[in-house]
């Protein structure tokens, strides 16, 4: 059974940190290419950062450069989205996806909360 699931606190104050995780299993994970997106409240999907299969190359939308680190551990079927100095424009719920070919496979999303 194909299961992805986000954890991650998800009330911080502006300019704090945040780390978003994501535990996939019941595929091989370690194949798909995998993209961070947001959706805020009222708008659209945002495509945020993505991460090859290999973990060696990341990309990230300019908003979020400097700020966002993606990355993953295979052995663990692990994926992480570390937000630091969170801004005001970042709330959303945030969702992982997972791609292979004509297969995709999106988490339940986690909701977070900048605010002091």
């Known amino acids: 059974q194909v299961q992805v699931v986000e954890s991650g606190r998800s009330l911080v104050q502006p300019g704090c940190s945040l780390r978003l995780s994501c535990a996939s299993s019941?595929?091989?994970?370690?194949?798909?290419?995998i993209d961070w997106v947001r959706q805020a409240p009222g708008k659209g999907l945002e495509w945020v950062s993505n991460?090859?299969?290999?973990?060696?190359?990341?990309g990230y939308r300019n908003s979020v450069k400097g700020r966002f680190t993606g990355s993953r551990d295979n052995a663990k079927n692990t994926l992480y989205l570390q937000m630091d100095r969170l801004k005001p424009e970042d709330p959303a719920v945030y969702y992982c996806?997972?791609?292979?070919?004509?297969?995709?496979?999106w988490g339940q999303g986690t909701k977070v909360t900048v605010s002091s």
């Open positions: 991460i090859n299969s290999g973990g060696t190359s990341t």
């Open positions: 996806v997972y791609s292979y070919d004509w297969e995709t496979y």
């Open positions: 019941g595929f091989t994970s370690s194949n798909y290419w």
